[in-house]
């Protein structure tokens, strides 16, 4: 089984943290986010990862998906901030 590459929640984090420099919290921050997200995940190689991004219970959720075949880590849900 594979792990999630060392340093990826760090980067996670990073990309959560830069994108809401500057953005209400909505649906263009959520899309931000994803596609940020995702492109780290295609770099390290998960291509069928799925990441949703939303803004609720006073707080922003990035959930990712990742490919269930050989991954240890299945879901993933981080809360970036409280709104």
Do not use: H
Request: net charge positive; proline share 6%; charged share 25%.
């Amino acid at each position: 089984m594979t792990e999630l590459p060392p340093g990826m929640m760090e980067e996670l984090e990073f990309i959560a943290m830069e994108a809401q420099r500057g953005y209400p919290a909505g649906p263009l921050l959520c899309r931000r986010i994803e596609r940020d997200v995702l492109a780290l995940l295609y770099r390290a190689r998960l291509n069928d990862s799925r990441v949703v991004a939303e803004v609720r219970d006073g707080g922003l959720y990035v959930t990712l998906y990742l490919p269930k075949q050989g991954q240890r880590v299945q879901r993933l849900v981080v809360q970036v901030g409280v709104l």
